[in-house]
Structure formats: C-alpha cells, structure tokens
DNA sequence: GTGTGAGTTGAAGTGGACTTCAACTCAAGG
DNA sequence: CCTTGAGTTGAAGTCCACTTCAACTCACAC
C-alpha cells in the first residue's frame, strides 16, 4: 500500500533533479518520510505536488506562490481531484492573461514587420491597455517585468 | 538634428531604469555619445534598441542572444525599417513556440480540471512532443527549462 | 561481510538581470 | 556664483532557482 519511492526514483519519474527536489523541500513545496538510515521516501501523492509545480513554473509563477497554493490543500487527507482542479483553475486566468500578450505581441509584431516601424511606434504594442492615450504625445513600451513608471512619453522619431 | 536624449530621458521614454540602460551598454547592447562632461548622451535611434531588447525578453529571449541579433544590425548606418523587421521576424517562430506551448498547457489543464486528474496521466502533457509512447509505461512531464534527462517512466497513481 | 551505487548534509557557488551604494562631477536656473 | 537635481564610476549586493562540493552514510546484491 505505501509503494514509497525514492529520490532517485522520485527525480526519474517527475523528471525534476534530486537536488531540486531537495529544495523544494527546504521551501516546504513537497515532503518526505524517512527511512531508519535518514533517506527520504516520497508517497506517490508526492508526484502530482511536483507535477503542479512544474506546471505552475510553466505559467510564470514563483515557486513562492506555488508554495502559497500548496498550502492551501488539505493537510489531513490526501488532496482529492477536486482540490488538484481548483488549484489549477487558480492558475487559469494567468495563463490566459499570458497568452493574450503574448498573441498581442505577435500580432503586433506581424504589423511591424510590415510596415518596418518596430519601433513601436504607432502600433498597439505602445499601449498595453490602450487606455493611456491621454499622458502626453507619442509611445510607451510594453512593461514585461513589473516596472513602476507610469511617466513616459514622446515619440521615437 | 542629433537631438540628443540624456539617461534619464531615455529610461522615462522606455520605461526601462537608468541602471539597466548602463547594464545594457556594459553588455553592448546600446550605445552612448559622451558630453564634455562625461555625461551619455543617446541617439534617438536608441531608443528603437531598447524597444527591441524587451519586445525580445518578452519572447523570452536572453541578453546574450539579444546582443548577437544587434550585432547584426549593420554598423555604419542607422539600421532600416527592413533590418528591424528582420530582426523581429527571427523571433517570431519562437514566440509562436511559446505561445503554442501555453495553450497546449492550458488545454490541458482545461482537460485535466474537466477529470480532476492533473496528474498529468492521461493527459497530452506528458508527451510533449506526441512521440515518447514507446519508452516505458506511463507518464512523463513536461521539461519546461533545459533538463537533460531521458529517462523517465511509469506511472503516477 | 563487502563493494558499489544511491543518498545525506550544510555551505558555497552559479547565472541572469539588474539594483544599490558611496563618493564624486556636471549642467542649468536663479 | 551657487545650489540642486541629474549623472558618473566600480564594486558589491540582491533575488531566484537551482547546482556543486566534500565528507560521509545507507541499502542491497553477491
């Protein structure tokens, strides 16, 4: 019934390295039984934990925030289907949002090609909310990273 | 006609911080005239640089291959709409990548939020390229970041 | 019992992309 | 002229997600 894995067997299975899955440890991600001799033994719920967060890496989010959503689940009994599909649910709008700039940024791409502005500008790529039109004259870039200047302005050329 | 642009007007016109225009030139990413005084002083086409370094790191392309496609851009003109433009076009099959594996993702999710299963068991997830079904029973993840192990197995429940 | 490959630890190192700091110098308005 | 905000430098620091290392110990097939 146990059918306990090992860090070995744990990294092959999951693909993830035995010294990351040692750190999300550490982080509180995941965790382990130990054998007499001190050696980690991973239940099979385990797999799934490192699946989500693979997964949750893959939509942008922090091992941070993953760590918050893990502890979230249940700690009493194991983490039905249900609690696994709201998790992911949670992730669902980030995706999307990331999708959504992501098809902008080509789209607009596509146009600057065309055209060969690239410098973004008069296309959409200027305005990633398209609400800012009013703060003075000209372009703005797409803010990747979180950036907190809203005072930008002017033109490129 | 220069027209030049100080630090500080070109990191409120890019949204991006005057140290990281620094670190940016370090890299060779962009470059500065100098005053008398010592102070930089930016041409406008710089600006179009800067553009096109974080249109780049939001395709997810790294400083260091940002720098070698600059490099490319011809050194004695100011480069032309046409050289942007291809420029943004040798991203444009990695954005499609990119974007093609979020959605994947997010269908999937969908799929695995439907069955409550996450685990990645059934689901296309565990196949990235559709093409692994061969090697073993069961289930393999996604390598979202460079991982250089092939061989994972079985199952996860 | 022994050899070998797998596992253990804490501490330190890596790489990418910047930011912060201290100690200065410049540039421009009043 | 003088003040003040903007700019300069190199070195060091930060954050994230790990990896590497040395020095051991375990587990298990033979």
Chains 1, 2 share one sequence.
Do not use: H, K
Not at 58 to 70: C, K, M, N, P, T
Request: proline content about 6%.
């Amino acid at each position: 019934m146990p059918d306990l894995l090992t860090i070995g067997e744990l990294s092959a299975r999951s693909g993830v390295a035995p010294s990351a899955l040692r750190y999300y440890e550490r982080l509180g991600l995941i965790r382990a039984d130990r054998t007499g001799g001190n050696q980690r033994r991973y239940a099979r719920a385990e797999l799934r934990r490192v699946a989500f967060i693979r997964i949750s890496q893959q939509v942008g989010v922090s091992l941070d925030e993953i760590r918050e959503a893990l502890d979230s689940l249940p700690e009493a009994r194991t983490p039905s289907p249900q609690d696994w599909a709201r998790l992911s649910a949670s992730w669902r709008s980030r995706l999307d949002e990331r999708i959504r700039l992501l098809s902008r940024l080509r789209d607009d791409l596509d146009g600057c090609i065309g055209c060969g502005c690239l410098s973004l500008q008069r296309c959409t790529l200027n305005n990633p909310e398209d609400t800012l039109a009013g703060e003075g004259p000209g372009a703005r870039l797409v803010l990747p990273r979180p950036t907190d200047d809203p005072t930008l302005a002017s033109s490129l050329n």
